[in-house]
């Protein structure tokens, strides 16, 4: 199944080209948001892209799987950071945030069946500030709270509609999951830097 490794391949590109914008946009924490996104998508690369008895395929599956969910959940994690930075940078909230999350994933280690909720949990909070900040931002941002919140929510659109859709074949469902990953990191890379950077020196 090498064709897999395709759209995967799109995320990594497309995910590490975001991660340099934002970066460069002093954007660290989306930035590393991006760059776990590319390592999940990596991992696929290899996983399909370089096997040839299935062997790869089988020993790389649960790795795969782990990096996708709990490396997806703390990118959103991030994602959050990075917006709420941006309103109010204070290391007093940033210590709490960051040891919130760090008692999530470790549940999500835990107990596997919290990735999901809590996957879901950020993603709907990302929406919500990228709405906030566009609208604080007016035509500065150069997007409307409706279009900020249209970006920022596709991932989680995408995850529920598309990941692992029933009506869909395997291979139909893995592809559009992955194109329209690769096209919100594309998507973010422009909503995200647009914003300045309110917390830089």
């Given amino acids: 199944m090498p064709h897999f490794a395709l759209s995967e391949l799109l995320i990594v590109v497309v995910g590490l080209w975001a991660a340099r914008r934002l970066y460069g946009a002093g954007r660290g924490a989306a930035a590393l948001a991006l760059i776990l996104f590319s390592a999940a998508a990596g991992i696929g690369v290899i996983r399909f892209g370089l096997d040839r008895d299935g062997a790869l395929i089988a020993a790389l599956a649960d790795i795969h799987r782990f990096a996708g969910t709990l490396g997806g959940t703390a990118a959103m994690m991030a994602l ?3 917006l709420l930075q941006r309103r109010a ?6 210590g709490r945030y ?3 999350c760090a008692i999530a994933l470790a549940l999500a280690l835990a107990f ?9 949990w ?12 566009a609208d604080r931002l007016g035509p500065a941002s150069g997007m409307t709270p409706f279009m900020a919140m249209s970006i920022a929510g596709l991932m989680l659109v995408n995850a529920v509609v598309f990941r692992q859709a029933s009506w869909l074949s395997v291979s139909m469902s893995w592809h559009i999951f992955h194109v ?3 096209v919100w990191a594309f998507g973010l ?10 917390s830089a020196p």
């Fill in 180 to 182: 329209l990953v690769a």
């Fill in 98 to 100: 960051m040891a919130a």
């Fill in 80 to 82: 959050v950071y990075d």
């Fill in 122 to 133: 950020w993603s709907v909070a990302f929406i919500g500030l990228a709405a906030i900040l």
């Fill in 189 to 198: 890379a422009h909503l995200l830097a647009a914003a300045p950077n309110r």
């Fill in 112 to 120: 596997p069946v919290l990735s999901v909720p809590f996957f879901i």
């Fill in 89 to 94: 940078p204070n290391p007093v909230w940033q």
